[in-house]
T-cell receptor, first 115, second 113 residues
């Protein structure tokens, strides 16, 4: 059941440059998309989200873009910092029927930012 | 900043034993969730809980699993008879209402031997 896919298991970026993390989804019933950051031995930390009625949301160094026709979203981090090194998860919320906010997660992308 | 807490951080148990994982949600949150992550795999939804009852559950959440809010603050996940394949990180998440972002606890690492 690959409703949310992050096809890149890892990404390596130089400090100060842009990090772009990608996510694809298949379920048209998703109404809200979220990005979480996770360090080892910790829970996922919410970063930024976007409603399906928007195509861009920005918060400081983080911007999420949504392309509904392509069922694709991306997270841009500019400029990247070594402290951004973590696993990044894309997650989607299902608006339909009896769903009460259940999140479906991608596999995660390990981001490494080199000084 | 308020946060979700979970206890214990690590639980080791023998196959067939019962375990209870505990979560203290953020105080004004109303929707509660359990997720798990088996090593090297995705974070998977287990169950959602609202107004003192289960709202939705996944195929993983079979009769061996149960949730409750025994005292109005703690939110617990019980596994009645643990199996080796229950070994995973279990995360509690809460949200103010279902349309808002979910905030996760640090997780409980369950190891079944």
């Amino acid at each position: 059941d690959q409703q949310v896919k992050q096809n890149s298991p890892s990404l390596s970026v130089q400090e100060g440059r842009i990090s772009i993390l990608n996510c694809d989804y298949t379920n048209s019933m998703f109404d809200y998309f979220l990005w979480y950051k996770k360090y080892p031995a910790e829970g996922p930390t919410f970063l930024i989200s976007i409603s399906s009625i928007k195509d861009k949301n920005e918060d400081g160094r983080f911007t999420v873009f949504l392309n509904k026709s392509a069922k694709h979203l991306s997270l841009h981090i500019v400029p990247s910092q070594p402290g951004d090194s973590a696993v990044y998860f894309c997650a989607a919320r299902n608006a339909g029927g009896t769903s009460y906010g259940k999140l479906t997660f991608g596999q995660g992308t390990i981001l490494t930012v080199h000084p | 900043e308020p946060e979700v807490t979970q206890t214990p951080s690590h639980q080791v148990t023998q196959m067939g034993q019962e375990v209870i994982l505990r979560c203290v949600p953020i105080s004004n949150h109303l929707y509660f969730y359990w997720y798990r992550q088996i090593l090297g795999q995705k974070v998977e939804f287990l169950v959602s809980f609202y107004n003192n009852e289960i709202s939705e559950k996944s195929e993983i959440f079979d009769d061996q699993f149960s949730v409750e809010r025994p005292d109005g603050s703690n939110f617990t996940l019980k596994i009645r008879s643990t199996k080796l394949e229950d070994s995973a990180m279990y995360f509690c998440a809460t949200t103010h209402r279902s349309s808002y972002e979910q905030y996760f606890g640090p997780g409980t690492r369950l190891t079944v031997t």
